[in-house]
């Protein structure tokens, strides 16, 4: 209203004039510059909105980021630079989504370890109450193929309860580990979202809308991934300290089924020594008294079924015995692999002290030579050789006696020259005799001599792999002895001494006494 407007212009010029200090007028410049960028990015953000395009929400999924992304590849209002940022922005926005994802789901492993603990622990204690005594073993009555099946099951069992207590004395050394380097991962984490927090707090830059919030996207699914990263480290902590004594009893668990198991395969080893003895006995027995009863013109059959029965009596004590260094040669790498990670355990948790310094020598001086098993290793290369072209020559004479008939004929044919006035029939029923004993020889020694072959290989493959590893604990130790001190720093003694040694030298009665020894 006229009025009123010169009412208020004649009050505002009976004020007395106020001269403003340089302090307000700059506050009044900063105020005005503020009010400029806000309604410029209040313009940004209603053209962005007029567009069409949409930000997404506070918490991001794939789906609104590749809505958005999509929606910024078609904007006209974009230049190319500013879309390849965009692009880069929810590319990365997606990369820690997933990422979040995945420590999510490990929170819940986590958390399910936590829930199902109690009930792992009484079932855990029920089954160490519940390991049979080895003397409590019943070994069926079967024939050696059987027995052998058996043992060879029993054996894989043993060697699979080996590998679970190996995997579980790995998994408390990695506990204790981690024990170490979670805290640091999480003070890591923390920072990084610290950082992150203060980035989202920070006023937007002068940039299109869109960009602005593609960035704004990309910091909220990093805050997401290390807040579950966090989330998965403390449930990760709690889970090891909730199943500190369910992982101890798994491992005693684990300790007795091996030394049952190895108990129980121990007998089954016996079991099957001393029935391949009664069986190789009892053959020899009966080649020879066959031998000695033969008609002259079968004389050589009954010969050859002899050095067969023989032949395998010796496969049974070589078995016994590579069964046996096996053994050994098993129990040694397993010691071994034992005191190299002990001893790597406490080299890394202790340093190159001078303690460890002697520890690691005084290992140094006990450790085998792994010179003698490579000397052993190549010795057996023949023996091995030998046993396949044995095998061979074996199985060859087996498939001749596949069909018997044909072979009977040769060998009636081969007889009758020479034993012309002998019973047809009564040659013809001998030589079957002896190729169809001949035949079950075969298979028998057929089968013990495959499992010669297959304790040959194994020895070899095991004394290989203690070999290696004696030269890697030695080099192991070599490579750390050398930076620790073996004795004192050279002092004010040591040049008196020396001073001593020097005046003993030339002393000329010292020399004389030499010579005189010489002499």
């Not at 974009?78 to 820690?96: H, I, M, N, P, R």
């Not at 979670?182 to 984490?189: E, F, G, I, N, R």
Request: hydrophobic share 40%.
């Amino acid at each position: 209203m006229p009025g009123i407007d010169r009412t208020r212009r004649a009050q505002r010029n009976s004020q007395p004039a106020v001269l403003h200090p340089p302090v307000a007028a700059g506050n009044r410049i900063a105020t005005a510059v503020v009010s400029m960028v806000l309604l410029t990015l209040l313009a940004l953000h209603a053209r962005a909105q007029t567009a069409g395009e949409t930000i997404p929400q506070e918490c991001p999924t794939p789906e609104s980021i590749q809505t958005a992304l999509k929606q910024a590849e078609e904007s006209p209002d974009l230049d190319d630079v500013s879309k390849a940022k965009v692009s880069e922005a929810y590319g990365q926005a997606a990369e820690d989504l997933e990422t979040a994802e995945t420590w999510r789901a490990k929170v819940e492993q986590f958390s399910r370890m936590i829930a199902i603990a109690p009930q792992e622990l009484a079932q855990t204690r029920t089954d160490l109450a519940a390991v049979p005594d080895p003397a409590d073993v019943a070994i069926p009555n079967a024939g050696l193929p059987e027995l052998e099946q058996s043992l060879s099951a029993k054996e894989t069992e043993l060697a699979q309860q080996k590998a679970t207590l190996a995997e579980l004395e790995s998994e408390i050394r990695r506990r204790a580990n981690r024990r170490v380097e979670v805290p640091k991962s999480a003070t890591t984490a923390q920072e990084l979202l610290a950082d992150t927090l203060r980035q989202l707090q920070a006023p937007p830059l002068n940039e299109p809308a869109i960009l602005t919030a593609a960035r704004r996207v990309r910091l909220l699914a990093r805050q997401q991934a290390l807040e579950q990263e966090l989330a998965s480290y403390e449930r990760e902590l709690r889970a090891y300290e909730v199943r500190t004594e369910l992982l101890s009893l798994r491992r005693d668990l684990a300790v007795r089924r091996a030394a049952h198991l190895e108990q129980v395969v121990l007998q089954w080893r016996n079991q099957v020594t001393r029935r391949r003895y009664r069986e190789t006995e009892t053959q020899l027995r009966r080649a020879r008294q066959e031998a000695d009863q033969a008609h002259p013109a079968v004389e050589q059959l009954a010969q050859a079924n002899a050095r067969w029965t023989e032949r395998r009596k010796e496969l049974a004590q070589l078995i016994a015995n590579t069964a046996r260094d096996l053994d050994e040669t098993d129990v040694q790498l397993a010691t071994l692999q034992g005191q190299f990670e002990r001893m790597q355990e406490k080299v890394d948790c202790v340093g190159l002290t001078n303690a460890i310094g002697l520890l690691l020598r005084n290992q140094r001086d006990s450790l085998p030579s792994a010179g003698q098993y490579w000397q052993r290793i190549a010795a057996r290369q023949e023996t091995i050789r030998d046993c396949q072209l044995e095998l061979l020559q074996l199985k060859d004479r087996r498939s001749e006696l596949a069909n018997l008939d044909v072979q009977v004929e040769q060998e009636l044919l081969a007889v009758g020259r020479d034993w012309r006035q002998a019973d047809p029939s009564e040659l013809k029923t001998s030589v079957e005799g002896f190729l169809r004993s001949e035949r079950d020889y075969l298979d028998a020694l057929i089968l013990d001599a495959n499992g010669y072959f297959d304790r040959l290989v194994d020895l070899d493959n095991a004394e290989r792999q203690l070999a290696d590893r004696i030269e890697a604990y030695s080099a192991y130790i070599n490579e750390r002895v050398l930076w620790i001190r073996s004795t004192t720093a050279i002092g004010g003694q040591d040049f008196r001494n020396l001073g001593q040694g020097f005046a003993w030298f030339f002393r000329p009665g010292n020399w004389l006494e030499l010579g005189r020894a010489l002499v």
